[in-house]
Structure formats: structure tokens, C-alpha cells
């Protein structure tokens, strides 16, 4: 895979990356908020609940005393900077009951009550003392002043829950905004270069793959910017938050746990190694099923015609047997290296958890305190979602990079950029002078041609199949570029104009005409601006499609699908001629435009030429002779070569190859042409 397409994808963010750095700010702020929580959860165990087993000291009634057997106390936390302290005395947790020692304690350790004695053990020694047992109602009054605290806590922790849901949405809506427009523009730039490409590539890639890099791909495209960078994004920040929360609560045990990230890493690269292999087939193949199933529609009506339909289903079967073999070994893949994955890690964070803490008693004089242990096992619990989510996001991933590394294929082909100058309309006089011209390396085509067609004449082409007659009006039109001789219109080489502003000038009307999906008037128009509705009507009614197309229900608005297919091959037809003559070009190519129409079409298309052709230099590729009787000149084209040429009168009486054409397609004297 191509290097660059990570960098390209960041290039195409960046775009964007005024919103995203939002996006990004709003998401710290809302991941910040979210992991407050086990903060304010290990606050309230170990200064509200456990605190209780802190110190306490005699003290006046006030606020935060407690009255126990006749006795104000107050907790050691609960005095004010000079507040004069009674003598101490604590309260000890041993089961699940509370007692009540009138003296402070040595050491804390392990914890046995025998009556009223409770003995405390640490390193060897002991030491005992007289416990009262606290009654519910007396325990609960030592819990009274934290009983506010708390409540205010909790309402910080939904306050906060509350607050970062709201960043959280921004976040998200603008990165999932960022991610369409990113892909939007990408989109825009794939469709822009297929404008620019050359048409030879065209011709080497079936349609149905093209249309897969416009569609497919960028979809692929689309759920990398839309759902894996989002994901990674968020996960990466989450997962950020959560190691500088652990930082703060045990650095030992952090620097533990941090191992997990190079672990992650490792089995992303070890991942991509098979899942790059399994993708690049996989895209390949979903191309080459659009290529075949664009082809089949294309061409349904041969299949049927031949009975091709088994053959045609067995080859498609083959696509799609191969397509889904290495859909399956990327199901493998995904199954053995997401879940599996995370199942590992998270056993190995609570294994290293366990043996951390050894099973130490969690009193006051525990190597951690309960409140830390809890927020670490929560903080731990939190990490493995982020986690999962960028292991499921794997698989999403691996495809967009493999998509992205074929878009960018096709937006490296060379291309040119689509000019909007605009040129004068020139006369159109042409000139071949010696032209030579092949497709691939030296087969040429055409040899060493020369003609001229000066401004209103018209122009016949005629030979077999292969003689080189539809090549000429690839360079005319700059399809294609001659590597010899040169070729110009009012003296000045077409390879000087811009592509685009030498068309503005030509006009063609092919065998198969091509309609677009819209209307008649559209099709016509091309919904070119400066083409208006009167002039669409008059291009119509010039050449008699309006006696054509009058009996349809909207007329000249009447609604045409991809390709007219609800319309005839003459109301076609004759459609592509309003088109031609509502652009008023100065050149005009005539591609066998009459050969699929029946002869009363064909006598009003003929008799529109002559209003078309007026004025114009008009060339005309013909196999039906007799369609060009009238023309000025007849170039007779034999392997790429003018072998006569003159009008129909001149070329009948030399008793040709022209004369032995139209003497075969007359029904004449067949056995000469033999």
C-alpha cells in the first residue's frame, strides 16, 4: 500500500481542522467531566464513609459536633485553624460492627473483639483496649455531618454527567460534520478527475469499476472519517483521561497498567499484516462484480438472445464465491483478534490488579485505601471500552485504507484541468497534413493523411470497418492527440487550444445517441445556460422532432430515463440533432447518425441536415452511400489510408473501390465486388 494515502487522509482533514480542534477541545472537556466520577466515588468512601474511623477529639456543641454518653465530639478534619481539642478519642470498624474507644490507639492493624476488649495486632505485638459497641441510632448520629457532603457530591456527579453529555454532543456532531464534509469534498475531487482523465483510460477500465472507486471506495472512505477516526479520536482521549486518573491514585500501579498501550499497538500491526492482504482482494473483487454486473444489464438482451444466462450466472457465481471465501477469512481474522483481545487484556489488568494489593486487608492501615481500590477498579473498567471500541473498529479501518490507496490511484492518473476560457467561434476550416496516429506504440491507424474541408463543405468518410474513418474524429475532437503531422482549424494547430474551449465550437451526433436522465428540453439543452427555452423549442421543431414527440403526454418536458430507453431510435435520434444545432457549432460530425432509423425518419433527418449543415463544415462517417450523394467531398479510407477521394459523380466514374461499394449495397453487379 501506498505510504502517502495515511498522509493524504490527514491532508483532507485538515481541510476541516478548525471544527475538528473544536470538536477535540469539546471533547476533553466532556472526558474530563465523565471520568470525575470514581474522583468523587473515592472522596466519598474514604473521607465520608471510612472517615469515620479518623480521629476524634472532645469539643464544644457546634456545628459537626456529635453528642455520644453526655459528651460533645468532633472529627480531627471537622476543627477550625485555633480550634482548642479535647482529649481523642476513635471508632473502629471490626466486621460489621462499629465501636467506640474512649483513648487514641498506637498502631492499627488486625482487628479482634472479645467482649468489651478489642484487640489490635501489628508485626508481632498487640495491644488492647475497652470498646463500647455503637448502637444503629448512635452510629448514625456520627455519620450525621457527612450525610450533607455527601448529598452535594452526588449532585456534583449527575451535575457533571449532565454537563459533559452536552460537550459530548457537540463533539460528536462536529465530527461526524467534519467527516461528510470531508468526504463530501473527496467525493467532489474523484468526480473532477474523472472529467480530466484522458478517454484512453476509459478504455482500459470498465465502467462498473469506475463507478466502484466513485461509490464503493469513498464509502469505505466515509466510515474511516465518520465512525473509525471518531471512534479512535474519543477512545484515545478517553483512554488519555484515564491514565493520568490512575497517574494521580497509585503511580506504581499506573506504570503497570500502562503496559496494555504498546500491547495494543503490537497486535494492531501484527492485524493489518493479514488484514490488508484479505481487503485488497476483497475491494478488487467488488469491482470486478460491478464491471460484470453493469456489463450484463448493458447487454441483457444478447445474453438472452444466445441463452447465455446459466454461463453468465456461473461466471458471476465465480466472483462471488471468491468475494466471500476472503469475506469469511476476514471474519476469521476479526473474530480471533477483537474480543478475543480485549478478554486478554482486561485478565491481565485485573491478574496484575489482584497481585498488586496481595489480598491486603483493607483497613485504615492497608497498603491503599478502599476509596483508591474502588476508583482503580472503576477507572480499569472504563479503560477496556475505549479499548473495544478501537479493536472493533479495526476491521472498518484496514478497508478504508485499502479504498483510500484505490481512490487515490485513480486521483494520481494524469489528467487536465478543465478549462473555462472561452473561444471565438472560429470559421472551421480544417486541415489534416500528414497525420499519422495509433493507439498503441507504432501500429498506426492512419498514415500520412492530408485533406482539407474548408468552411461549409461537406465532408464524406467512408471504408470497411477498421479503415480508420471514427480515429479521425478522435483527433478532430482531441480524444486522442496524433504523434505525426499536424492538424488545424483556420490555420491554427488544434494541440495550441485548450480541449475544452476548441469542443465549444463542435457538435457530434453519434449512431447510438446518448440522452441523460431528465427531460427532452434538458437533453437538448444540456441545461446549458445560455441556451434558452425558445431556442430548445425552434432546434426541436427544425428537425421535425415536434411531429415526433407531439403525441407524448408532456410534450418536449416529457420525462426520459437513462439512455430514453422509453423512447424510439428515430425520436432519439433526432433529439441528438436538435442538440447538435442548438449549440451552433462551427464543426459538425455526423457519426452514421441516420443508419438505425427507417426510411421515413431518415428522410426527415435528411432533409434537416440541410438546415443543419448550413454554414458549417460537416463531416459525415457513413456506410449507407447513398446518404451522401450531396457531399463536396468523399474520402475512400482502406488501412488507415486515403486511397480516393473526389465527389460522388468523380469516384463512380474512376470505377473504384467507391464505385464497387455502391455498386455492392445497391444490389448490383455483386459478382465484381467478389
Known amino acids: 500500500m501506498n505510504r502517502n494515502v495515511g498522509k493524504r487522509l490527514v491532508q483532507y482533514a485538515l481541510g476541516f481542522k478548525k471544527s475538528i480542534i473544536i470538536a477535540l477541545l469539546l471533547l476533553t472537556v466532556a472526558v474530563t467531566a465523565e471520568l470525575s466520577g470514581p474522583f468523587i466515588a473515592k472522596r466519598m468512601i474514604d473521607v465520608h464513609i471510612l472517615g469515620i474511623e ?21 472529627r480531627s478534619d471537622n476543627f477550625e485553624s485555633g480550634e482548642e481539642k479535647g482529649s481523642e478519642v476513635r471508632i473502629l470498624q471490626v466486621g460489621r460492627d462499629y465501636y467506640f474507644i474512649d483513648q487514641s490507639i498506637a498502631y492499627d492493624g488486625e482487628r479482634l473483639i472479645q467482649g468489651n476488649e478489642l484487640t489490635i495486632a501489628k508485626d508481632g505485638e498487640e495491644r488492647t483496649y475497652v470498646a463500647d459497641e455503637l ?44 467527516a461528510n464534509r470531508i468526504i463530501q469534498k473527496m467525493r467532489t475531487d474523484v468526480y473532477g478527475q474523472i472529467q480530466r482523465l484522458h478517454i484512453n483510460y476509459f478504455d482500459n477500465l470498465p465502467a462498473g469499476k469506475v463507478v466502484a472507486r466513485i461509490t464503493n471506495d469513498t464509502e469505505a472512505i466515509r466510515e474511516l472519517y465518520v ?57 478488487t473483487r467488488i469491482s470486478d462484480i460491478n464491471g460484470m454486473i453493469n456489463e450484463s444489464i448493458q447487454g441483457m438482451s444478447i445474453i438472452r ?52 494489593f496481595g489480598g491486603a486487608s483493607l483497613t485504615a492501615g492497608a497498603i491503599i485505601s478502599l476509596g483508591v481500590l474502588y476508583a482503580f477498579v472503576d477507572y480499569m473498567n472504563r479503560l477496556f471500552q475505549p479499548v473495544t471500541n478501537m479493536v472493533n473498529q479495526l476491521a472498518n479501518l484496514e478497508q478504508a485504507l485499502v479504498a483510500a490507496d484505490r481512490v487515490f490511484e485513480l ?58 474513418k471514427s480515429s479521425i474524429m478522435n483527433l478532430l ?56 427555452r425558445e431556442k430548445i423549442e425552434k432546434a426541436l421543431k427544425d428537425v421535425g422532432a415536434d411531429q415526433l414527440l407531439r403525441s407524448l403526454p408532456k410534450g418536449f418536458d416529457e420525462p426520459v430515463i437513462e439512455k430514453g430507453s422509453t423512447l424510439s431510435s428515430g425520436q432519439r435520434q433526432l433529439i441528438s440533432f436538435a442538440r447538435a444545432l442548438a449549440f451552433d457549432p462551427a464543426v459538425l460530425i455526423l457519426d452514421e447518425a ?76 455483386i459478382e465484381q465486388a467478389v
Request: charged share 25%; glycine share 6%.
Open 477 to 532: 475532437f482531441r480524444f486522442y492527440d496524433n504523434q505525426k503531422g499536424t492538424i488545424s482549424i483556420d490555420g491554427r494547430d488544434i494541440q495550441d487550444i485548450p480541449k475544452q474551449q476548441l469542443r465549444q465550437h463542435m457538435a457530434i451526433v453519434l449512431q447510438d445517441p446518448f440522452l441523460f436522465t431528465g427531460t427532452i428540453a434538458s437533453n437538448v439543452s444540456l441545461d446549458d445556460p445560455s441556451i434558452s
Open 594 to 669: 441516420t443508419s438505425n432509423v427507417d426510411t421515413e425518419t431518415e428522410m426527415m433527418i435528411q432533409n434537416a441536415l440541410d438546415i443543419l449543415k448550413k454554414g458549417r463544415t460537416t463531416f459525415i462517417i457513413a456506410h449507407r452511400l447513398s446518404t451522401i450523394r450531396e457531399a463536396d467531398q468523399i474520402l475512400v479510407l482502406h488501412q488507415g489510408e486515403i486511397v480516393e477521394r473526389g465527389n460522388h459523380d468523380d469516384l463512380m466514374q474512376r470505377k473504384g473501390r467507391y464505385y464497387q461499394m455502391y455498386q455492392l449495397q445497391q444490389g448490383k453487379k
Open 227 to 283: 465512525t473509525v477516526l471518531a471512534t479512535f479520536f474519543t477512545s484515545i482521549f478517553y483512554m488519555t483521561g484515564i491514565f493520568i486518573a490512575l497517574f494521580l491514585l497509585d503511580v506504581k500501579l499506573a506504570l503497570i497498567t500502562l503496559t496494555i498501550v504498546p500491547l495494543l499497538f503490537i497486535w494492531i500491526i501484527v492485524y493489518r499484516r493479514y488484514a490488508s492482504k484479505f481487503n485488497k482482494v476483497i475491494r
Open 305 to 356: 438472445a444466445f441463452k447465455r444466462q446459466n454461463e453468465t450466472e456461473k461466471e458471476f457465481e465465480e466472483l462471488n464465491d471468491s468475494h466471500f471465501t476472503y469475506q469469511n477469512k476476514l471474519l476469521n481474522l476479526n473474530a480471533l483478534m477483537s474480543h478475543n483481545l480485549v478478554n486478554i487484556l482486561r485478565n491481565i489488568a485485573f491478574v496484575t490488579l489482584i497481585w498488586y
Open 411 to 468: 486521483l494520481d492518473e494524469k489528467g487536465e484541468d478543465v478549462s473555462d476560457g472561452k473561444l471565438e467561434r472560429y470559421e472551421g476550416n480544417v486541415t489534416f497534413e500528414q497525420v499519422s496516429f495509433a493507439y498503441k506504440c507504432d501500429d498506426y491507424v492512419l498514415k500520412d493523411l492530408s485533406f482539407e474541408a474548408k468552411k461549409g463543405e461537406t465532408v464524406a468518410l467512408v471504408g470497411h470497418t477498421g479503415s480508420g
Open 135 to 178: 448502637s444503629n441510632d448512635e452510629l448514625l448520629a456520627f455519620y450525621q455531618p457527612q450525610i450533607e457532603p455527601m448529598i452535594w457530591l452526588i449532585a456534583l456527579y449527575f451535575g457533571l454527567l449532565v454537563f459533559a453529555s452536552f460537550f459530548e454532543y457537540g463533539q460528536g456532531l462536529l465530527l461526524q460534520t467534519s
Open 54 to 74: 479518623k480521629s476524634w477529639y472532645e469539643s464544644d456543641q457546634g456545628e459537626n459536633a456529635v453528642k455520644y454518653d453526655g459528651e460533645w465530639y468532633k
